[in-house]
C-alpha cells in the first residue's frame, strides 16, 4: 500500500510540474511622432537675416526654396555643388540641429 501511494504521489507531482502556468508577459510599446507643418512661403519673403546667415556659412549654397511652420522656424532647401539638402533656421538666422 505504500508503495501505490508512493508511485501515485510521484506521478501526480511529475504532472503537476507540466500543469504550471507560465506567466507570459507582452510589453507593449506605444510610440507617436509628430509631424511638424511647413508651408512654402516665396523667396523674398525669407528674413534677410537667414538670407545673410547663409551666405555666410554656406557662401557658394543656392536657395531654391523656403517653408516655414508656426514656431517661426524656417526649412529651407538648398543646393551645393550639386547636391540637394535642407537647412533650417530661426528667424533671426540661427542653425537650428534637426
Do not use: C, H, R
Not at 11 to 40: M, R, W
Not at 43 to 59: D, F, Q, R
Not at 60 to 74: F, G, M, Q, S, W
Request: aromatic content about 8%.
Amino acid at each position: 500500500m505504500k508503495k501505490l501511494i508512493l508511485s501515485a504521489a510521484i506521478v501526480l507531482g511529475s504532472i503537476s510540474t507540466y500543469a504550471a502556468i507560465v506567466p507570459n508577459t507582452i510589453q507593449v510599446v506605444k510610440t507617436t511622432t509628430t509631424q511638424e507643418e511647413y508651408t512654402e512661403v516665396k523667396l523674398e519673403e525669407v528674413p534677410a537675416a537667414i538670407i545673410e546667415a547663409l551666405k555666410g556659412a554656406y557662401s557658394k549654397t543656392v536657395l531654391d526654396k523656403a517653408y516655414i511652420n508656426a514656431a517661426k522656424e524656417y526649412k529651407l532647401e538648398v543646393t551645393m555643388d550639386g547636391k540637394k539638402g535642407n537647412l533650417f533656421a530661426d528667424e533671426n538666422g540661427k542653425w537650428i540641429q534637426k
